[in-house]
């Protein structure tokens, strides 16, 4: 009987299985471009899905991830599978547009690859947030296609993960390295994400939601959501917090979870991905130079300097005295009277003591539908720009 014809597993799927045996291998991609005598763009569009290699490149890739091509090429299967799945939370490439459809107008699930955290929610409220979430993900990536723009992250979201503090802050400063942007303090890491690929959404999240996120392993990208109306400095560190949740769901969904070898504890992963944002957003050595470099200490260290630091960050008064704590900079007797000072004047103001920054709410995604209008008979992708507004509006029930 004769063999059945084998099938070449689609560039994604293949893409991703490549990064998964580099990550497991503990390879950088430089690393491995320079064990395959390799130029590391080469390296990066073979992980972005860009081209299948060569059948040489096929065999030297097993060589150096110590590998058979067998392994390589099931393992890139059973992602394309699981992509292909009805039953799956993957999905496929969005439809292309049409004046007759409406992304998602139907869906009962949300059709990437899960969400990464979700509150307890009843059936009928989360087929309801499920819903919207769906329809503006979806137009989001219509409006890419039309615009013509690439839908990859430029970063990896698929990296081994510790879950210690110890492991929270290597994570952080791999991440900023990646973004390249070392220890520096950066004024809309927003901007930054999006520039990187990643797609940030602000909208009116229903029942006390204040953030969520999700992956989209088809274009080895991400969404992340949070609630428009929160104070810029809440924001951003959920911003920050969501990118933790979207590395912890990976590392649990493609065995990337590294097994302690130290005494160090490990943590929830709610209080992984808090301490993750907390180092990604207030590097260590960033915040003792802002600290020393003023000639400060504790004996002349009161709240309005601490104001006036935190702003510098972009975060919360209350985060960046937790912050000074944790590093020893400020006496844990110290900062509890500040923090007592600022839930007083949180309850009387409502507001986030200090200077506040400002953020662009949605830019990336005003401007790919202003280019599209452009770019398109507006009249023929109305449901586009219709399913965007309304996944907007998503209202308690």
């Known amino acids: 009987m004769p063999a059945e014809p084998f099938e070449m597993p689609e560039p994604h799927a293949f893409a991703q299985a490549v990064r998964y045996y580099r990550l497991k291998r503990n390879l950088s991609q430089r690393q ?6 390799i130029r ?76 990464t955290h979700c509150p307890v929610l009843s059936v009928k409220r989360r087929t309801i947030l499920n819903r919207h979430l769906a329809r503006i993900s979806l137009a989001w990536l219509e409006l890419e296609k039309l615009c013509e723009v690439p839908g990859f992250a430029t970063v990896p979201l698929m990296l081994p993960v510790e879950k210690t503090e110890r492991g929270a802050n290597a994570l952080a400063r791999q991440i900023r390295t990646y973004l390249a ?64 949740w979207i590395y912890l769901a990976n590392a649990d969904r493609h065995g990337l979870q590294i097994k302690t070898l130290s005494r160090e504890r490990p943590l929830s992963d709610d209080k992984f991905t808090r301490h993750f944002a907390a180092c990604f957003l207030m590097p260590e050595d960033t915040v003792r130079a802002a600290f020393f470099r003023t000639g400060l200490h504790p004996e002349i260290f009161d709240l309005e300097i601490l104001l006036t630091l935190k702003a510098r960050f972009g975060v919360s008064a209350q985060s960046f005295c937790y912050r000074l704590a944790e590093l020893g900079l400020l006496p844990d007797s110290q900062a509890t009277l500040f923090r007592q000072e600022l839930e007083r004047r949180y309850r009387e103001t409502g507001r986030e003591p200090g200077r506040s920054r400002h953020d662009w709410k949605n830019a990336r995604l005003n401007d790919l539908m202003t280019v599209a209008r452009r770019r398109t008979d507006p009249q023929s992708h109305q449901p586009i720009f219709d399913a965007i507004t309304a996944g907007f509006r998503v209202e308690d029930e």
């Open 32 to 37: 491995l471009a320079d064990r395959l005598a």
């Open 40 to 115: 590391p763009g080469p390296m990066s569009n073979l992980e972005r899905g860009r081209h299948y290699p060569s059948f040489a490149l096929l065999l030297a890739l097993t060589r150096a991830l110590d590998i058979t091509a067998d392994e390589l090429l099931q393992r890139a299967q059973r992602i394309a599978a699981e992509t292909r799945a009805p039953d799956s939370p993957h999905i496929e490439e969005a439809p292309e547009p049409s004046s007759t459809v409406k992304p998602c107008a139907a869906a009962e699930e949300y059709p990437f690859a899960g969400l």
């Open 181 to 244: 942007i070392g220890d520096a303090m950066v004024h809309d890491y927003t901007l930054l994400f999006e520039n990187h690929g990643l797609r940030v959404i602000q909208l009116n999240l229903p029942y006390g939601i204040a953030s969520l996120s999700c992956g989209d392993p088809a274009r080895l990208n991400a969404f992340i959501f949070l609630r428009e109306d929160l104070p810029a400095e809440r924001r951003l560190f959920l911003l920050i917090q969501e990118l933790g």
